[in-house]
């Protein structure tokens, strides 16, 4: 699981050179995230897609909140 988070964060923002804007929680940098449900850490395999979305930031801005 940590390769695969890191896979679409820090290691996604390396490979296109972006990594001292993106890809890390750190100030300075742009904040996209989301906000889930349950850490998909904690959680079997297949109960991964089941993790509800809670918020979406883009660039340090909500886009998205669950009603």
């Not at 889930?36 to 897609?49: C, G, K, T, W």
């Amino acid at each position: 699981m940590e390769a695969a988070i890191r896979a679409v964060t820090i290691n996604a923002a390396w490979q296109c050179f972006s990594e001292q804007e993106v890809g890390s929680l750190e100030v300075g940098k742009l904040a996209d995230l989301v906000i889930l449900e349950r850490d998909p850490r904690s959680v079997a395999p297949n109960e991964i897609a089941e993790i509800k979305v809670f918020e979406t930031w883009l660039d340090g801005n909500p886009v998205y909140r669950s009603a």
